[in-house]
């Protein structure tokens, strides 16, 4: 069964590790931090210039001077601080964030990202992805596997105009966790009932597969 | 004391003519300087050139001065919640100039600083970087960017003094912060206008050197965008 956007957002959880500070994007990775182990400390940081994001307020609660990135009343929890965005962005660039995950439109084997612009169509602009894409150590896009045509996102090269250049780690999609190396992608990971024959028939890129896939573990 | 305190709105953009520069702070409709954009609408100037990290949405912040056709050209980094935009952006009646938004923000911060240009990873292969000066550091590539230079910044904080001096709140401080002393005149909009003097000097976030004129907004509307809440168990 390939996962819903829940159980890719619960799979992603597990690449979150004690001490991280996390940047989500809009979509697929903002529900990341529902599924963040508890035992654990992480820091989620909203590049309009909040760090120590908590959940959204109760009603009647809500803020309007308090948002995260994608326009959302949200609380903040101890410890949380507020900069503006000049100063979000140096520690984004001087890569004190430790993990960004965040959603794409097209992914490639030399982990390239495009996200931003479908040319004489969809242009709604970049916001900080190129910022984030082009700073943060270690990626992570959530996406879908396919796009509503029915066509591969996971792709030899990118088709649409790019938010940033060979900056992908690794791709969570509803079928497959995969790994971006030198040499293309690798199958790390396949959805519980999902078969590796499955995962190549979705995908325009070459797989590297490596012996058994293990099957993703999400309860 | 340096006073910096005018009476109203209209005193404080009263130099802002057609064809000017204009740097307005916000993030989203979070923070935005809701009274002086209602004034620039009143006012009608046209032909502006606006930077601002959103455009507003359809029936506020700046969709309001697209809607009166009065923006021709809009350099932002994220547009997505204003269907005009994107309608005038489309047919090529309003120029628009997409800028990532930590290279936005730094562009701001740089004019304010004093900064003439600076070397960037954002954008480096991207269409954005096309025609730019581009220079490896430390193994990786930057782009050139220029800080932004402008007539007019208006900001919006949550408190300021006659001096000038501004603080801001939560996560309003956004690009307020670092537009402030960013273009040849700065003109700061607050919630609450004080006497010099009753703000802590620890407490300011931006200088009253930044701001040359400052007035309290006659209303906040305070819009919300994306209400999210979540239940009480």
């Known amino acids: 069964m390939a996962l819903d956007k829940n159980q890719i957002a619960k799979r992603i959880a597990q690449e979150v590790k004690d001490g991280y500070y996390v940047n989500l994007g809009i979509g697929i990775p903002t529900l990341v931090a529902n599924y963040v182990r508890t035992d654990i400390s992480v820091e989620f940081q909203s590049e309009n210039g909040v760090l120590g994001m908590g959940p959204f307020p109760f009603e009647g609660e809500e803020d309007a001077d308090i948002i995260n990135a994608g326009k959302q009343t949200i609380t903040t929890l101890p410890g949380a601080s507020f900069f503006d965005s000049a100063f979000s962005f140096g520690m984004i660039r001087a890569q004190k964030v430790d993990l960004t995950i965040l959603g794409a439109m097209e992914v490639s084997e030399n982990g390239d990202i495009a996200n931003w612009k479908i040319p004489g169509k969809m242009v709604k602009g970049m916001g900080g992805a190129m910022d984030l894409v082009a700073s943060a150590e270690n990626i992570i896009v959530a996406m879908m596997h396919v796009n509503k045509a029915g066509e591969s996102k996971i792709l030899k090269k990118c088709s649409l105009p790019l938010t940033g250049v060979g900056c992908v780690k690794k791709v969570v999609t509803e079928l497959a966790v995969l790994e971006v190396t030198p040499k293309g992608f690798k199958l790390l990971e396949r959805a519980p009932g999902v078969s590796v024959q499955d995962i190549i028939k979705a995908t325009e890129a070459e797989l590297i597969i490596e012996g058994e896939i293990p099957e993703m573990k999400i309860d | ?233």
């Open chain 2, 1 to 233: 004391m340096i006073s910096r305190k005018v009476n109203n709105v209209q005193e404080a953009l009263d130099g802002i003519q057609d064809g000017m520069t204009i740097m307005l702070g916000g993030f989203g409709l979070c923070g935005i300087p809701e009274n002086s954009i209602a004034e620039l609408v009143r006012k009608n100037v046209t032909n502006l050139t606006c930077i601002s990290n959103n455009a507003g949405v359809d029936d506020f912040g700046l969709g309001l001065l697209l809607q009166k056709r009065q923006i021709k050209k809009m350099i932002s980094s994220y547009v997505g919640e204003n269907a005009e935009f994107e309608r005038q952006m489309l047919s090529g009646e309003l120029e628009v100039e997409l800028t990532p938004q930590g290279t936005l923000a730094e562009k701001c911060r740089a004019a304010q600083a004093g900064i003439p240009a600076f070397f960037t990873p954002a954008g480096y292969g991207t269409e954005v970087a096309e025609g730019k000066e581009v220079r490896e550091f430390n193994g990786k590539m930057h782009v050139l960017e220029y800080a932004f230079k402008a007539d007019f910044s208006i900001v919006k904080a949550w408190k300021g003094d006659e001096a000038g001096n501004l603080i801001f709140k939560g996560t309003a401080r956004n690009f307020n912060a670092p537009m402030a002393g960013a273009a040849k005149i700065t003109i700061a909009e607050v919630e609450e206008l004080v006497p010099a003097g009753t703000l802590d000097p620890n407490e300011i976030h931006i200088p009253g050197i930044m701001v040359n004129h400052i007035f309290q907004g006659e209303k906040f509307e305070k819009r919300i965008e994306q209400r999210t809440v979540r239940q009480r168990s």
